[in-house]
Antibody, heavy 116, light 110 residues
Framework: QVQLVQSGAEVEKPGASVKVSCKAS????????MHWVRQAPGQRLEWMGW????????KYSQKFQGRVTITRDTSASTAYIELSSLRSEDTAVYYC?????????WGQGTLVTVSS | QSALTQPASVSGSPGQSITISCTGT?????????VSWYQQHPGKAPKLMIY???NRPSGVSDRFSGSKSGNTASLTISGLQAEDEADYYC??????????FGGGTKLTVL
């Protein structure tokens, strides 16, 4: 069965960067797009970007352009999201989600806390 | 890209039907049949309930249905059950090749 397993919780200081991983199994990794979505405490889901795991093409939300980088390692069937210049408002649960226009499989979420 | 517009909350009694709306623009909801609906219980990852406006993934109850008219999509839940109480989010593909989510709707089963 499809599984997306994310890396553990992170605590970072303002101005730092964080990199979250999402290891996929149970399907052909390079045949799908992987989305990254975040959710601040008590807030809505917010789409951040996607990567075509096959060719590595990416697309980012304008809100995060310049601060976010999504990559993948096909040999490890793993996608990554890196967010830089962290601020307190970036405290959120970050999810990876497999799919094209919709996502039937989601990771368990990774809590990133930004605090001095 | 602004969030799609959803009502903040809806409520209904067990057995009743409710509808949640999701309003966008011709650049997202109105322009593509790629509207999805997600259910999220507290502390859990979202679960896909409807994709491509009106299709149900395998395993999702047929009490859940979706539709679209113009720039507004809708999720209808019939025969409300206690376990349906959750947050619901719509999402849409956009003309910028991005996705956008709605603000979320809290469903309360009275």
């Amino acid at each position: 069965q499809v599984q997306l397993v994310q890396s553990g919780a992170e605590v970072e200081k303002p101005g730092a960067s964080v990199k979250v991983s999402c290891k996929a199994s149970g399907y052909s990794f390079t045949s799908y797009i992987m989305h990254w979505v975040r959710q601040a405490p008590g807030q809505r889901l917010e789409w951040m970007g996607w990567i075509n795991a096959g060719n590595g093409n990416t697309k980012y939300s304008q809100k995060f352009q310049g601060r976010v980088t999504i990559t993948r390692d096909t040999s490890a069937s793993t996608a990554y999201i890196e967010l830089s210049s962290l601020r307190s408002e970036d405290t959120a649960v970050y999810y990876c989600a497999r799919g094209f226009y919709s996502s039937s499989s989601w990771g368990q979420g990774t809590l990133v806390t930004v605090s001095s | 890209q602004s969030a799609l517009t959803q009502p903040a909350s809806v409520s209904g009694s067990p057995g009743q039907s409710i509808t949640i709306s999701c309003t966008g623009t011709s650049s997202d909801v109105g322009g593509y049949n790629f509207v999805s609906w997600y259910q999220q219980h507290p502390g859990k990852a979202p679960k896909l309930m409807i994709y491509d406006v009106s299709n149900r993934p395998s395993g999702v109850s047929d009490r859940f249905s979706g539709s679209k008219s113009g720039n507004t999509a809708s999720l209808t839940i019939s025969g409300l059950q206690a376990e349906d109480e959750a947050d619901y989010y719509c999402s849409s593909y956009t003309s910028s090749s991005t996705l956008v989510f709605g603000g979320g709707t809290k469903l309360t089963v009275l």
